[in-house]
């Protein structure tokens, strides 16, 4: 069966300061990792798709990189803004649904 | 188009009704996905159609739980005799079979059973 862990639960950061979250997955054979954010009340945001061990694509402050099992989600001078939940999952070889890890609820204070 | 979209946003009722929730998916996906999401926690799989075929369900899907997708266009959830533990977030999402196949989330459907 496939599983997603996320890892810390929460994050406090000060503005400016930068971190990583991590995504932990088991799955039989990965078709991609996804990135997606998600703010209070409102539905996921897609933000990155990984397809494999080595691959890492950027979007102004973030940074998603993949091994063959673990991703993390590095956040370079964070600002308020990007505080939210943020939702690790995967797709495996048979291509069908999507299993979502718990999230990393991030806050970044001014 | 402007992504996919679900209706209502809120909706409240007593236990024991009925409710239907409807989504309408980003109209070139052939795939669409109904999801279901408590506090604190990640998005769970429910079910999934590839255009007018429901090829998945989850195994902890209640049977008061059922979905259609007519014609392969827009999908509803008709969830039976509500139970207070049915409160969530019931979310949306649809995305392409082949090439990127990344899924995109509807903004949701607060149920609260009271």
């Known amino acids: 069966e496939d599983q997603v862990t996320q890892s810390p639960e929460a994050l406090r950061l000060q503005e400016g300061e930068s971190s990583s979250l991590n995504c932990s997955y088991t799955?039989?054979?990965?078709?991609?990792l996804f990135w997606y954010r998600q703010d209070p009340g409102k539905g996921p945001e897609f933000l990155f798709t990984?397809?494999?061990a080595g691959e890492e694509k950027e979007k102004e402050r973030l940074k998603a990189t993949l091994t063959k099992k673990e991703s993390f989600l590095h956040i370079t001078a964070p600002k308020p803004e990007d505080s939210a939940t943020y939702l690790c999952?995967?797709?495996?070889?048979?291509?069908?649904?999507?299993?979502f890890g718990p999230g990393t609820r991030l806050s970044v204070l001014p | 188009d402007t992504g996919v979209s679900q209706d209502p946003r809120h909706k409240i009722t007593k236990r024991g009704q009925n409710v239907t929730f409807r989504c309408d998916p980003i109209?070139?996906?052939?795939?669409l996905y109904w999801y279901r999401q408590t506090l604190g926690q990640g998005p769970e799989f429910l079910t999934y159609?590839?255009?007018?075929?429901?090829?998945?369900k989850s195994r902890l899907l209640s049977d008061r739980f059922s979905a259609e997708r007519p014609k392969g266009s827009f999908s509803t959830l008709e969830i039976q005799r509500t139970e207070q533990g049915d409160s969530a977030m019931y979310l949306c999402?649809?995305?392409?079979?082949?090439?990127?196949?990344?899924?995109?989330f509807g903004q949701g459907t607060r149920l609260t059973v009271v």
């Open positions: 159609f590839q255009n007018e075929a429901q090829l998945e």
């Open positions: 999952a995967v797709q495996g070889a048979n291509g069908q649904n999507f299993v």
């Open positions: 799955v039989s054979g990965l078709r991609g």
């Open positions: 999402a649809s995305s392409l079979v082949l090439g990127d196949t990344e899924a995109f």
């Open positions: 990984l397809y494999s």
């Open positions: 109209s070139e996906h052939n795939r």
